[in-house]
Structure formats: C-alpha cells, structure tokens
Nanobody, 120 residues
C-alpha cells in the first residue's frame, strides 16, 4: 500500500486546513505524525481501520479531527485553530496494529510529507 499525503500550505494563525492521506489500497490503522524544524518527529493522531477508534496528542486534542472514508481509501486530518507551533512537515503512515498507535515503530508504511506553515 502506497500513501500520498496532501493538503498542506501556508495559513494564518487561527485558520484551518484539511490534510488528506490517500492509500493505493485498503489500509488498517493510519496515523499522522509531524516533524518541526530541529525537532523529532512526533505523533499527532491515529484512527483504526473502521474509524471507531481515534487517538490524539494532547497538543492537538480538541483542535484536530481525524476521520476516514474507506470507500475512497482516504484518511483526513481536519486542523482547526492552527498556531505557529503546528508548523511542521506532516506525514501519514499505515499500521497493521490496533494498539500502540502513538509509537512510530508500530507503522510499517510511510507516505511522503506535506508542509504546513502557520504564520502569525
């Protein structure tokens, strides 16, 4: 399964963006991670295969929403109330597991990143 992330861009603080992660086939769990300049890549959000399970990093909970459309093999990350600390390259990844989805090691398939830049 190949993953293609898209939807990044340059926005103002307080704006919204929706990222998409299109898969070439059916995927199980999917997670979003991000890497800011000079920082380690960190977990953002994850969703189980059916969409019933979701998990968020504390830094984005209440502002970001992860969802999926299995008919389109696409996972979305709706990002609201963006701030400068959200500036990063965002990656989506697929995992065959249903647990431990905050851990990068649980993912075996990564897409290329999409840049999100939030200006004040």
């Amino acid at each position: 399964v190949q993953l293609q992330a898209s939807g990044g861009g340059l926005v103002q603080a307080g704006d919204s963006l929706r990222l998409s992660c299109a898969a070439s086939g059916r995927s199980s769990s999917v997670g979003w991670f991000r890497q800011a300049p000079g920082k380690e890549r960190e977990f953002v959000a994850a969703i189980g295969g059916t969409g019933d399970y979701t998990r968020y990093a504390d830094s984005v909970a209440g502002r970001f929403t992860i969802s999926r459309d299995n008919a389109k093999n696409t996972v979305y990350l709706q990002m609201n109330s963006l701030n400068r600390e959200d500036t990063a390259v965002y990656y989506c990844a697929a995992s065959p597991f249903l647990t431990g989805l905050t851990l990068q090691g649980r993912y075996n398939n990564w897409g290329q990143g999409t840049q999100v830049t939030v200006s004040s």
